[in-house]
């Protein structure tokens, strides 16, 4: 049981690139989410997908796809990346959508801009 | 509207004494509330959360924190502080009314000194 696994773990792109962050869960969780964190803001939402064919927009989606590929699969794209979008990415799934279900959050991805 | 404050942005004690991490909420809607640690290159994992029921949230690791709505807070304790207690930690509040929006604070970093 591998819990929530991410690829890659490390990338860097040159400002304008694309590129496809990889999620999957392997818990039979309904809801997955992309978060990312930066020095001093904790950790802001991107998308989430409360369950297998929805998505929708976070706190912070300009820049940013995401596709709900099946139940245990959520990637996020990046069609041109930017600078500002040098941070590290979470991926986390939860059994259900509702409030007081635990997030339970992959090891990330640290994405590099130049 | 929701927002955690965390005050301190980093705190050091020493490997035996108290650990209290901070944190103060404010939220419109009757708050979820939880705690988050996060070891070096990892990914956020659930210390303890608060649902309404006790006021007082035993977690893992000798964790707790106790739920004040007088004072808006859900402060972090630890009696007896291990050197593996060295990590970040993040507060966060989510809706009792749906959505699936999580507010995180902006973290503690934790130094445990020997």
């Known amino acids: 049981n591998a819990g929530v696994t991410q690829t890659p773990k490390f990338q860097v792109l040159k400002t304008g690139q694309s590129m496809t962050l990889q999620c999957a869960q392997d818990?039979?969780?309904?809801?997955m989410y992309w978060y990312r964190q930066d020095p001093g803001m904790g950790l802001r939402l991107i998308y989430y997908?409360?369950?297998?064919?929805?998505?929708d927009k976070g706190e912070v989606p300009n820049g940013y796809n995401v596709s709900r590929l099946n139940k245990r699969e959520f990637s996020l794209r990046l069609e041109s990346a930017a600078p500002s979008q040098t941070s590290v990415y979470f991926c986390?799934?939860?059994?259900?959508?509702?409030?007081?279900?635990?997030?339970?959050f992959g090891p990330g991805t640290r994405l590099t801009v130049l | 509207a929701q927002s955690v404050t965390q005050l301190g942005s980093h705190v050091s004690v020493s490997e035996g004494a108290l650990v209290l991490l901070r944190c103060n909420y404010s939220?419109?809607?009757?708050?979820?509330l939880f705690w988050y640690v996060q070891y070096p290159n990892q990914g956020l994992q659930l210390l303890l959360k608060?649902?309404?029921?006790?006021?007082l949230v035993k977690g893992i690791n000798g964790f707790e924190a106790e739920f004040k709505k007088s004072e808006t807070s859900f402060h972090l304790t630890k009696p007896s502080a291990h050197m593996s207690d060295a990590a970040e930690y993040f507060c966060?509040?989510?809706?009792?009314?749906?959505?699936?929006?999580?507010?995180f604070g902006a973290g503690t970093r934790l130094f445990v000194k020997a």
């Open positions: 986390a799934s939860s059994e259900t959508p509702i409030s007081t279900d635990t997030q339970y």
């Open positions: 818990m039979n969780h309904n809801s």
């Open positions: 997908s409360a369950s297998e064919g929805t998505t």
């Open positions: 939220s419109s809607v009757p708050p979820y």
């Open positions: 608060y649902t309404s029921a006790a006021t």
């Open positions: 966060a509040v989510r809706a009792n009314t749906g959505g699936f929006k999580t507010i």
